[in-house]
C-alpha cells in the first residue's frame, strides 16, 4: 500500500508527499531498531543479575571454607606456640594427645590459601 502511493506520488511528481512518505518509513524502522535494541538491554540486565547472583552465591562459599581453614590455621599454630613452650620450659616430656602429634606432623604446611 506505502509502494503503491510512493509510485503514485512519483508519477505525479509530488515531492512533498514523497518525503513524507519517506520520513513514515524511515521513522518506523528507527522506532523499530530502538524497540528491539531496548528488549536487548533488557534480556542483558537480567542476564546480569543472574550472574550477579550466582557470582556473589560463589564468593559466600568460598569466604566460608576460607574462614575455616584460618581458624583450623589459627588453631594449628597456637598448639605449636603452646608445645614449643612447654618444651623449651619444662624439662620433661608433655603427654602429647593424637592431635598434638598430628598438628607436629603437618607443622610444615600450615596455611595452604588454595581454594576451589
Known sequence: ??????????????LSQIIIE???VVI?????LQ????YEDR??????????NQLHDE????TEIAELRYGKAVRKIETLIFITHYFN????????????CDIILGSHNLFSPALP
Open 1 to 14: 500500500m506505502i509502494l503503491r502511493r510512493m509510485a503514485d506520488a512519483i508519477r505525479r511528481q509530488d
Open 28 to 32: 518506523g524502522i528507527f522506532l523499530g
Open 43 to 52: 534480556a542483558e540486565r537480567v542476564l546480569e543479575e543472574t550472574y550477579l
Open 89 to 100: 620450659d619444662n624439662n620433661i616430656s608433655p603427654e602429647l594427645s593424637d592431635d598434638h
Open 59 to 62: 564468593v559466600i562459599a568460598i
Open 35 to 38: 524497540v528491539q535494541a531496548w
Open 22 to 24: 519517506i520520513l513514515i
